[in-house]
């Protein structure tokens, strides 16, 4: 697609559970971004990669939370034992290094996690 | 703590008026963006500025970013009803394209 797709866009799990989220990119793009963002709040960086490595990933909570980017394009994001706390949105952005001018990224609609 | 402050937290204005909102840190920034939420969607890019004391026009909207590149202002001349959003700036590290976010400032702007 044109555009960056996250599944599921809404996610609703009881304390405890595994959850997965799923970030598609736009093609071609090689920054990958995943923020959590709560209510009236703005994005929480939490992890980015160039390529498959994770370049940055000191904003992950703690060690519950995990990301994988294994051929450099799609992305997962998994939240082991979720609790009551991890509820969010989930939102992922790509973008297009270039050595010219600044990053820019584009965001997906974000996917929704109620943990109950 | 946020490492971009942006102030007011919130705005409500009618329409016709003029405003501005801030952000500020005690960072240096390779570039600053700002960017426009609504509910349910992601942030749109609005505007990139690179260089310090740029100032950048987007029809109503005037961006502008300090000399010393750690803070940002948005004036929006003749605020409208569509202009109600969520606004976000994001500062851009050096040398490594960490992006970090304000926690913005939620526009209303009232017919």
């Known amino acids: 697609g044109a555009g960056v797709s996250q599944t599921p866009s809404n996610k609703v799990t009881e304390k405890g559970k595994y959850v997965e989220l799923r970030c598609d990119p736009i093609?071609?793009?090689?920054?990958l971004y995943w923020y959590r963002q709560s209510l009236g709040q703005g994005p929480e960086f939490l992890i980015y990669f160039q390529g498959t490595g994770a370049a940055d990933d000191s904003g992950l909570p703690n060690d519950r939370f995990f990301a994988v980017r294994p051929e450099g394009s799609v992305s997962t994001l998994k939240i082991q034992r979720t609790e009551r706390g991890d509820s969010a949105v989930y939102l992922c952005a790509s973008s297009l290094m270039t050595f010219s001018g600044a990053n820019v990224l584009t965001f997906g609609a974000g996917s929704r996690l109620t943990v109950l | 703590t946020q490492l971009l402050e942006q102030s007011p937290q919130f705005l409500s204005i009618q329409e016709g008026e003029n405003l501005t909102v801030y952000c500020n840190s005690s960072?240096?920034?390779?570039?600053l963006q700002w960017y426009r939420q609504e509910p349910g969607e992601g942030p749109v890019l609005l505007v990139t500025v690179v260089t310090g004391g740029e100032v950048k026009k987007l029809k109503r909207l005037t961006f502008q970013f300090g000399d010393a590149r750690k803070d940002s202002s948005l004036h929006i001349t003749a605020a409208q009803p569509g202009d109600t959003g969520l606004y976000l700036c994001a500062g851009e590290g050096f040398g490594n394209n960490d992006m970090r976010f304000g926690a913005g400032t939620r526009l209303t702007v009232k017919p």
């Open positions: 093609s071609g793009h090689t920054a």
């Open positions: 960072s240096v920034f390779s570039s």
